[in-house]
C-alpha cells in the first residue's frame, strides 16, 4: 500500500485518546490501572493499521487483555473518524477494569467489554477477528491454573503448545493467532507488546516461538523506548503476527529499532510521533529506512552451547556460550573466536532456537571492534582462551602485587592495571590471570585502557548481563566466565606486545614528569620560564597537526592566528579563534540537545534564564553567550551519561553518529567547559588594553591561549577524528539503502574531499553535518555556522552568527583580519530557537 490509512492520523491527535494519559490495564494478575501509556496506545494502533486496507469497510478487534480499553478505544475511534464500521470485544480478568472498559465503550455501537480470564474461557468464541492487540500482564505465571490450561489445551486452544509456567505471554499470543479470521476469509493480524525476555527465553517458551515462526506467522519485531510503560522500566518490544499471505513474506522479518526515538516531558517518557510514523511506514512498505530493515528469519537463530578447555595441571575451564544469526558453533567457529589450537572443545549436545530480540540484528558493535582489530592486522581472541583460571571478583582495596595478574574495575572509576588494583578504582575488581606465553598482563593491561579496549570491554559487560533491565557483570563464576567469553582482545606476535607495552609506560612516565614539573614551578618560579621552552616545540608541532583534524570553520579561525606576522595581530587571531571555538562547540551542543525534543526546551529555556539574568542574549552573542550554552547543554549531557539508562545511552550515542560513550564524554567533559570560562574571562580582562600593552605582555597572553589549546587538544583526544563535519550534496537512493555525496570540511585547506558515505537518512543538500561515513542519523548543525563565498582567494569561507538586525542576522568570519561579513534570515532562526530568541516586549507607549 503506498498511502497510510487515513485512521493513522487520529491517533496523533492531542484531545482524541483519553482524558488521561495513561489508562488501566493489569501486571502480573492484579489490577494496577496507568500502565498503558498513550505511547504505548499508539504504537499498538500504528501497528495495527500498517497494513490493514483502507478499502475495508467494517473491521473485528478482539482485546483479551483489555484492561479498561485505552488502547483499543484510541483504535476504535481511529477507524470510526476514517468512515469505517468497527466490532469491538474485550476480556480483562479483572471485574473493576471491566466496568471501566464499559463505561469507556459507552459511545461506540457494537463494542462489548466483559469479565473473564481469557486463559481459561473465551467469552466471545465464534468471533472472528480481523485485529487482534496483546497488550498482557508482564511476568504472569499461570502454574495456579495449569490443570484448566492443559484441559482447554485438549479441546484444540493452544495449538502452538504450552510455554513455560512462570509467564503467559506466548498464551495469549496463541490465542490471539487462534482468533484470526481464517486467511481464506481475508485473515487477520496480531499486534502485541512483549518484554524481551519473553523473545528470548528457552526451554518450553523456545519451542512456542519455533512453531510460531517456523509457520509463517511472525512478521515484525521493533525495539521501543524502555519507560514507556507506567511505573516500571520494563523495556517492551511491539511484535506483530499476520496469517495473511500478503503480510507476511517467505522467511523474512521486519526489524527496527526505536530504541532513542523518544522525548521526556515532565519526568513522562514519550515516543516521538515521528517514530511512530517511521514505524507504521516500514511495516506498511516493507521498504528499509533509518531505523528499519528486513531480516532473513534465519539471523533469528541462536545456538547455544557448553564449552570447555583443559589446562595442564590445572582445573579445566567450563562455560556457556552463544551465537547469533544462525552462526553455527562448530571447529571453524571455535577456531575463529578462539585461536588455532587453543584447547577449547564443545561439550554436550547444541540447542537452537529462535531468539526474537532483534538486539543482535540491529547493533554492529562486535563487528566494528573486530574489523578495527583486523584492519591492524591482530589476531582477535575471546579473552577466556587467554586464562590459566577463573576470573575472580574482589575488593579494589586489595593492595598486594601479583604477577601475571591483571585487574579490572566494574565500576566508573580508575583504570586496568597489572600487578595489583588501580588504587583509584572503587566496589568491586575481576582479578585476570593470563597465560603470559600468549599475551602479557601490561599489554593486555595498556590495551583494555584504550579507546577501542574500553569499547570492547563495554561491549562484554552488556553481552554478558544476565539482566534485561539493567547492564552489571554478576558475581558467580557462570556469570564471570560469560563476561570472559563475551570480551574481545587482540593477540598481536610477542615483539608488539612488548614494544606496545613498554612505550605505553613511557608515555605515562612523561605524563608524570609533566605534572611533577608544573608542580615544581610554584616551589621554584625562577624556572618556569626554562621549564616551558623544554617542551613548547613538540607541542607546538602537534598543535599543527591537530588543525588537520578539526572541523574546518574552526581550523581555519585558528589557522589565521598561527600565521599572523605581528604579537598584536597573532592574539586578535587567536581571541577571535577561541571565539570560533566557542561558538562551533556551541551549535553542535545545542543541536544534540534537540534529540530529546522534551528536555532540549527545558535547557533551552534554561539557557534563556541564565542569559537573561547576565544581561546578555542571543541578539548579540558573545563568548560569554557560547560559554553560558556550552555550560548548560553539558551539565545535562553528563548526568546522561551518568545515570546509564540504556536507552538515553542509546539516544546519546545515536546523536553523536555512533560514537561510543567514552568519545562523547571528552566532548561533554567538564574540565574542557571550564577552560573555555577561563578564556572568555581572560579576553574581558584583556579587552580594550591591546594598544597599549607591551609585547612581552602580549606574547605572555598569546602562549596562555595556545597553552589552552593544548589543554583543549588533550581533553578531546581523537575526538574530531571520529566525527566529521561534511556539506550534503546529491542523495542515490539505492537497494541497500542511501549513498549521499559529501564534501568532507576538515582541516584547514580547499577546496574540501569529496566522498560517498552510506547514511540511515538523507542530509538536505547545501546543509552541514556532522557524521561518519556509515551513520544512521548524521547530526544537523543549527543555524549559527555556516559556509559562504571566500572575501578574498580562498575557495570557502566560514561564517558564525553574530547578531540579530530586524528580519536579518550578521554573521561574520574569523578567518581574516577583515572579518567580512554575510546576512542571514533572522526569521528562521528564531522560529529554529523560538526559546532563545524571546519575543520583545510590545511598547503601549505612555500616558502624560
Given at each position: ?7 493513522l ?13 495513561a ?7 492484579h489490577?494496577a490501572?496507568?500502565s ?6 499508539q504504537?499498538?494502533?500504528a ?25 483499543g478505544h484510541?483504535l ?10 468497527v466490532?469491538?470485544r474485550?476480556q ?6 471491566a466496568?471501566?472498559?464499559?463505561t469507556?465503550?459507552e459511545?461506540v455501537?457494537d ?7 481469557s486463559l481459561?474461557?473465551?467469552n ?12 498482557g ?7 495456579s491454573?495449569?490443570p484448566q490450561?492443559?484441559?482447554?489445551q485438549?479441546t ?7 510455554p513455560?509456567r ?14 484470526l ?5 481475508g485473515?487477520g ?12 527465553r528457552?526451554g518450553?517458551s523456545a ?6 515462526v517456523?509457520a509463517g506467522l511472525?512478521?515484525?519485531v ?7 510503560l ?15 499471505p500478503?503480510?507476511?513474506e ?29 514505524l507504521?511506514?516500514?511495516?506498511r512498505t ?7 530493515r528486513?531480516?532473513d528469519v534465519?539471523?533469528f ?15 579445566n575451564?567450563?562455560?556457556r ?6 552462526m ?5 567457529c ?6 588455532e589450537?587453543s584447547?577449547?572443545?564443545?561439550d554436550g ?14 547493533e ?8 578495527e ?17 577463573a ?8 593492595s598486594?602485587?601479583?604477577e ?31 597465560n603470559?606465553?600468549l ?5 593486555l593491561?595498556?590495551w ?5 579496549g ?11 548481563s544476565?539482566?534485561h ?6 558475581s558467580g ?7 570472559a567469553?563475551?570480551?574481545i582482545?587482540?593477540?598481536?606476535d ?12 613511557r608515555?605515562?612516565?612523561f ?23 623544554r617542551y613548547?616545540?613538540?607541542f ?18 585558528l ?6 606576522e ?13 571565539e570560533a571555538?566557542?561558538?562551533f562547540?556551541a551549535?553542535v ?19 534563556a534564564r541564565?542569559?537573561q ?22 551539565s ?9 539508562d ?22 561533554i567533559?567538564n574540565e574542557l567547559?571550564q ?13 580594550g ?36 563535519l ?20 576538515v582541516?584547514t585547506?580547499?577546496p574540501?574531499?569529496r566522498d ?6 538523507f542530509m538536505i ?18 543555524g549559527f555556522?555556516?559556509?559562504g563565498p ?7 569561507t566560514s ?17 581574516d583580519a577583515e ?5 542571514g534570515?533572522?526569521?528562521a532562526?528564531?522560529?529554529e ?8 516586549a ?5 500616558s502624560?
Open positions: 500500500m503506498k498511502s497510510p490509512h487515513p485512521a492520523e487520529y491517533i496523533f491527535g492531542s484531545d482524541n485518546a483519553s482524558e488521561n494519559p489508562e488501566g490495564t493489569y501486571q502480573s494478575g489490577y490501572g496507568q498503558t501509556s498513550r505511547s504505548l496506545a504504537v499498538l494502533a501497528g495495527c493499521l500498517a497494513r490493514l486496507n483502507p478499502e475495508q469497510s467494517h473491521v473485528s478487534i478482539w482485546d483479551p487483555t483489555a484492561g479498561t480499553g485505552f488502547a484510541l476504535v475511534l481511529a477507524l470510526q473518524s476514517a468512515g469505517v464500521t466490532s469491538y474485550g480483562d480478568i479483572q471485574s473493576e477494569a466496568q471501566a472498559g464499559r469507556r465503550f459511545g455501537a463494542a462489548e467489554v466483559s469479565a473473564g480470564d481459561l474461557v473465551d466471545y468464541e465464534g468471533f472472528a477477528a480481523d485485529l487482534v492487540l496483546v497488550d500482564p508482564i511476568a504472569m505465571s499461570w502454574a491454573i495449569e490450561v492443559r484441559a482447554r485438549q484444540g486452544a493452544f495449538a502452538h503448545g504450552l513455560q512462570t509467564d503467559s505471554s506466548w498464551l495469549f499470543v496463541s490465542l490471539a493467532l487462534e482468533k479470521r481464517d486467511p481464506s476469509d485473515g493480524r496480531v499486534v502485541a507488546l512483549l518484554p524481551p525476555s519473553v523473545l528470548s528457552g518450553a519451542r512456542v516461538r519455533t512453531r510460531i517456523e511472525l512478521e515484525s521493533t525495539r521501543l523506548p524502555n519507560g514507556l507506567a511505573d516500571t522500566n520494563v523495556p517492551l518490544y511491539l511484535v506483530t503476527f499476520s496469517n495473511r500478503r503480510d507476511v517467505r522467511r523474512k522479518v521486519r526489524v527496527a529499532d526505536l530504541q532513542a526515538q523518544f522525548t521526556t516531558v515532565e519526568r513522562e517518557r514519550q515516543i516521538l510521533p515521528s517514530a511512530v510514523r517511521d507504521e511506514s516500514g511495516l516493507g521498504k528499509p529506512g533509518p531505523r528499519n528486513t531480516a534465519t539471523e537463530l541462536r545456538t547455544d552451547a557448553r564449552l570447555s578447555r583443559s589446562i595442564p595441571g590445572r582445573p575451564l567450563s562455560w556460550t552463544t551465537t547469533f544469526r544462525g553455527p558453533v562448530d571447529q571453524s571455535l577456531a575463529e573466536r578462539y585461536g589450537n584447547g577449547v572443545t564443545l549436545d547444541l540447542r537452537t532456537s529462535f531468539d526474537l530480540n532483534p538486539k543482535h540484528i540491529l554492529n558493535d562486535e563487528r566494528a571492534i573486530l574489523k582489530l583486523q584492519g591492524l592486522g591482530w589476531e582477535p581472541r575471546r579473552l577466556v582462551s587467554l586464562l590459566h583460571s576470573p575472580m571478583a574482589m575488593k579494589s582495596t586489595v598486594d602485587v601479583v601475571g595478574r591483571v585487574f579490572v574495575p566494574t565500576g566508573h572509576q580508575g583504570k586496568v592495571s597489572a600487578g595489583s588494583p588501580d588504587p583509584a578504582a572503587s566496589g568491586r575488581v575481576l582479578a585476570l590471570e593470563v603470559e606465553d599475551i602479557t598482563a601490561r599489554f593491561a595498556a583494555l585502557n584504550s579507546e577501542l574500553i569499547a570492547s570491554r563495554i561491549r562484554a559487560t552488556e553481552a554478558g544476565a539482566s533491565h539493567y547492564t552489571a557483570v554478576g563464576q557462570a556469570s564471570l566466565m560469560r563476561w567469553d563475551e570480551l582482545v587482540p593477540v598481536p610477542a615483539r608488539t606486545q612488548t614494544l606496545l607495552a613498554t612505550e605505553d609506560e608515555l605515562a612516565s605524563q608524570a614528569e609533566l605534572e611533577n614539573e608544573r608542580a615544581d614551578i610554584w616551589n621554584s618560579p625562577e624556572k618556569a620560564e626554562a621549564t616551558v621552552r613548547a616545540k613538540v607546538d608541532n602537534s598543535l599543527d597537526t591537530w588543525l588537520e583534524d578539526l572541523p574546518f570553520p574552526v581550523a581555519s579561525a589557522r589565521t592566528a598561527t600565521t599572523a605581528s604579537t598584536t595581530d597573532m592574539l586578535q587571531s587567536y581571541l577571535r579563534g577561541w571555538m566557542a561558538a562547540h551549535t551542543l545545542l543541536s544534540a540537545s534537540r534529540a530529546d525534543p522534551g528536555r532540549s526546551a527545558e535547557v533551552e529555556d534554561e539557557i541564565k542569559l539574568s547576565e544581561n546578555i542574549g542571543m541578539e548579540r552573542a558573545s563568548f560569554g553567550t557560547w560559554n553560558v550554552v556550552i555550560e548548560a547543554t553539558t545535562r549531557l553528563r548526568k546522561t551519561v551518568n545515570r546509564g540504556d536507552d538515553e545511552i542509546a539516544q546519546l550515542r545515536r546523536t553523536f553518529s555512533g560514537l561510543g560513550v567514552k568519545t562523547i564524554s571528552r566532548f567533559d567547559t577552560t573555555f570560562k577561563a578564556v572568555g574571562r581572560n579576553r574581558n580582562d584583556w579587552s588594553h591591546v594598544g597599549h600593552t607591551s609585547e612581552k605582555e602580549k606574547a605572555e597572553r598569546i602562549s596562555s591561549l595556545v597553552a589552552n589549546l593544548h589543554k583543549a587538544r588533550g581533553i578531546l583526544g581523537d575526538f574530531w577524528s571520529q566525527l566529521l561534511v556539506r550534503a550534496g546529491m542523495v542515490d537512493p539505492t537497494r541497500s539503502g542511501l549513498i549521499q555525496a559529501v564534501e568532507i570540511a582541516g585547506s580547499t574540501f574531499i560517498n558515505f552510506e547514511v540511515g537518512q543538500k547545501g546543509e552541514l553535518y556532522l557524521t561518519r561515513k556509515d551513520s544512521e542519523a548524521p547530526l544537523p548543525l543549527g555556522v555556516t559556509l571566500a572575501p578574498e582567494s580562498a575557495q570557502f561564517y558564525f552568527y553574530s547578531r540579530t538586525e530586524g528580519e536579518e542576522t550578521r554573521l561574520i568570519t574569523y578567518q572579518a567580512s561579513e554575510i546576512r534570515n533572522a526569521v532562526l528564531r522560529k530557537y523560538p526559546r532563545l530568541f524571546p519575543k520583545p510590545l511598547d503601549h507607549g505612555r502624560e
